[in-house]
């Protein structure tokens, strides 16, 4: 994929979310925006998803009231966020608690984000289902410097009461349910520019040095683009229908060999959620919802060149990853027992 391809996906996905608007409560915005991994440290970050899955580990800021502090993985507009403990919180929102959890067990994802926009509409898209939403104000994070400063985002929140009576039953991982939030960022549009590579691509080279890494490149395994969030839920199809309430609609069906299960994309924006149930007993997915409960469990990445990210994780992991070919799509998969409790897959494009 190149440079200027990568600025039409950009403005590709601007066009989708057009088109959809009127359907879902995405509204302009561009759907699946990050996942967040909760880790021991930023050592892990920088040793599994930096030098032995040649991404781009750019640390960020601080969070005092979640005791977080983070680093960001560039996919424009999206990204993965990595966080870990690094002191006592004032205050524990579900997200943080559950980067608590997973960070104390190793590592794994934590819950993922959807960015929809304006966000007084997707509130009033939600109120319309019967939920209960409330717009609360930003945390405030402190830079590396120790400045403090507002977030640059605005979250909104599904009233747990009311989507314990609403929403019974949904697990984790799937919209309305826990471990999905959806925001606004306060420059949303911003991020849909045909700058933004380009502008991440110059803070990777200036922050995060590679030898690895390509000219024109952000990571050195050539990471372009978010394409999904993987999700273990009881039922695929229940799963489905409930994010079709949400306006997403129902994809194409998946067989990820390394997971040894069958799953189902719903279409999120730019972005998709896979969902997969754990029906066979035997299968790696099955292991993970045995040791880590169902939810949020892995992602997928578009890279420019399989063979590079192939390369790159082989010699890192010290570990052959097999290809699989299906359809157009072709990928590779290194398992959650590599990768510090989470899926990646690289699949290129």
Same mark, same amino acid.
């Not at 966020?81 to 104390?104: C, G, I, N």
């Not at 989507?163 to 949303?188: C, D, T």
């Not at 590779?332 to 290129?348: D, H, K």
């Given at each position: ?25 995405l ?18 970050a ?6 032995k ?12 009231e ?23 919180p ?11 959890q997973?960070a104390e ?8 984000n ?10 009033d898209d939600?109120?319309?289902l ?8 930003s ?6 410097d ?15 009461? +009311?989507? =314990?009576?609403?929403?019974? *039953? ?6 309305? /349910? %826990?471990?999905?939030? #959806? ?6 549009a911003?991020?849909l520019?045909?700058?933004?590579f ?8 200036r922050?995060v ?7 024109g ?17 009881p ?10 309430q ?9 067989? +990820?060999e =390394?997971?040894?299960?069958? *799953? ?6 730019q /972005? %998709?959620?896979v969902? #997969? ?9 099955s292991?993970l919802v045995?040791?880590q ?7 997928s ?5 399989l ?5 790159i994780?082989?010699q ?5 990853f ?10 590779f ?17």
């Amino acid at each position: 994929m190149s440079l200027k391809n990568c600025f039409a996906v950009l403005l590709g996905a601007a066009g989708l979310l057009a088109a959809q608007s009127d359907s879902s409560v995405l509204g302009a915005g561009w759907g699946l925006d990050h996942i967040l991994i909760g880790l021991p440290g930023l050592d892990t970050a920088k040793d599994i998803f930096g030098a032995k899955l040649g991404f781009s580990v750019r640390p960020g800021n601080q969070f005092p009231e979640q005791g977080l502090a983070h680093a960001i993985m560039r996919l424009p507009p999206a990204y993965i966020e990595v966080l870990w403990p690094y002191q006592k919180p004032s205050k524990t929102p579900s997200f943080a608690a559950a980067v608590r959890q997973k960070a104390e067990s190793g590592g794994g994802v934590a819950s993922y984000n959807i960015d929809v926009s304006p966000i007084e509409r997707a509130a009033d898209d939600m109120r319309r289902l019967g939920l209960k939403v409330t717009l609360p104000s930003s945390s405030v994070a402190r830079t590396p410097d120790g400045k403090e400063q507002p977030g640059a985002w605005q979250f909104l929140e599904i009233d747990p009461a +009311v989507q =314990a009576v609403r929403l019974r *039953g949904v697990p984790r991982g799937v919209p309305g /349910g %826990a471990g999905v939030s #959806f925001l606004e960022y306060r420059n949303n549009a911003d991020n849909l520019k045909a700058d933004t590579f380009e502008r991440m691509r110059q803070l990777a080279e200036r922050d995060v040095p590679d030898p690895r890494r390509a000219a024109g490149e952000i990571h050195a395994n050539t990471g372009r683009k978010l394409l999904s969030v993987w999700v273990a839920v009881p039922s695929v199809s229940e799963a489905v229908r409930q994010s079709e309430q949400f306006g997403f609609t129902a994809g194409a069906e998946r067989d +990820v060999e =390394a997971l040894g299960e069958k *799953g189902r994309e719903v279409q999120c924006g730019q /972005g %998709a959620i896979v969902f #997969f149930a754990p029906v066979n007993g035997n299968s790696a997915l099955s292991q993970l919802v045995k040791d880590q409960g169902l939810g949020p469990f892995g992602f997928s990445i578009a890279v420019a060149n399989l063979q590079t990210a192939q390369k790159i994780a082989e010699q890192g992991m010290n570990t052959r990853f097999g290809i699989q070919r299906a359809g157009n799509r072709i990928s590779f998969v290194v398992p959650a027992r590599l990768a510090a409790g989470t899926f990646v897959e690289f699949v290129q494009q």
